[in-house]
């Protein structure tokens, strides 16, 4: 069974906390996307990758960094947390061939900044 | 500027009736749609899709209409059960955009509510 996996489920973090979210596939997939859903915004991409150390900017990229040293793996970084960044965050994967299989999501992290 | 709309946050409808969910979109650049399912604490799941050259695509209960003149999509689900209860993305994509990535731009997503 194929599988994004994010590495928290819950997490909860202070103001100005440097937070790392890990996302791994093991689908071989070479594209990688990290979005976050809030209500009534539906679901807006802040990074994505196509290729390893390679990423490109979603639509709110502020106050995030990615990286991608592996091709299974791509990790979102809130630099210096802050409350407007609570959110459920999502990781995905696709191949190449996205627009006939769509993407794969992680089960999500719910990440609380206090 | 939100380029995919899902202008009704929610919907209620009996079992066994029919869902139709709405999405609209702004980009005329936008060729290839699809539909995301979510249930709480988990991840959205595919649904099905459909090509801008097709009107129409059908797999099993759901089917998903499109139509360009009015850069409209819908999705009907027939019948509707229980466990079709969950928060229904659109998604569309330009596969002539700069990107090789195929990005999807989502909607901001119907709940759907199937009672009983």
């Known amino acids: 069974d194929v599988k994004v996996t994010q590495s928290s489920r819950y997490l909860v973090k202070r103001t100005g906390e440097k937070v790392f979210l890990e996302c791994v596939q093991d689908?071989?997939?070479?594209?990688m996307f990290w979005y976050r859903q809030d209500p009534g915004l539906g679901l807006r991409l802040i990074y994505f990758?196509?290729?390893?150390?390679?990423?490109e900017k979603g639509d709110i990229p502020e106050g995030y960094s990615v990286s991608r040293e592996k091709k299974e793996r791509f990790s979102l970084i809130l630099e210096s947390a802050s409350t407007n960044q609570t959110s459920m965050y999502l990781c995905?994967?696709?191949?190449?061939?996205?627009?006939?299989?769509?993407?794969?999501f992680g089960s999500g992290t719910r990440l609380t900044v206090v | 500027d939100q380029q995919v709309k899902q202008n009704s946050p929610s919907l209620s409808v009996q079992e066994g009736r029919i869902s139709i969910l709405n999405c609209d979109y702004t980009n005329s650049m936008f060729d290839y749609f699809l539909w995301y399912k979510k249930y709480p604490a988990e991840g959205p799941t595919f649904l099905i899709s459909i090509s801008s050259i097709k009107d129409k695509n059908e797999d099993g209960r759901f089917t998903v209409f499109l139509n360009k003149s009015a850069k409209h999509l819908s999705l009907h689900i027939v019948p509707s059960q229980p466990g079709d209860s969950a928060v229904y993305f659109c998604?569309?994509?330009?596969?002539?955009?700069?990107?090789?990535?195929?990005?999807?731009?989502f909607g901001q997503g119907t709940t759907l509510q199937v009672k009983p």
């Open positions: 998604a569309a994509s330009a596969r002539v955009a700069v990107s090789s990535t195929g990005k999807l731009i």
């Open positions: 990758s196509y290729d390893v150390k390679m990423k």
């Open positions: 995905a994967s696709s191949s190449i061939f996205v627009l006939v299989s769509g993407y794969t």
């Open positions: 689908m071989d997939h070479e594209n």
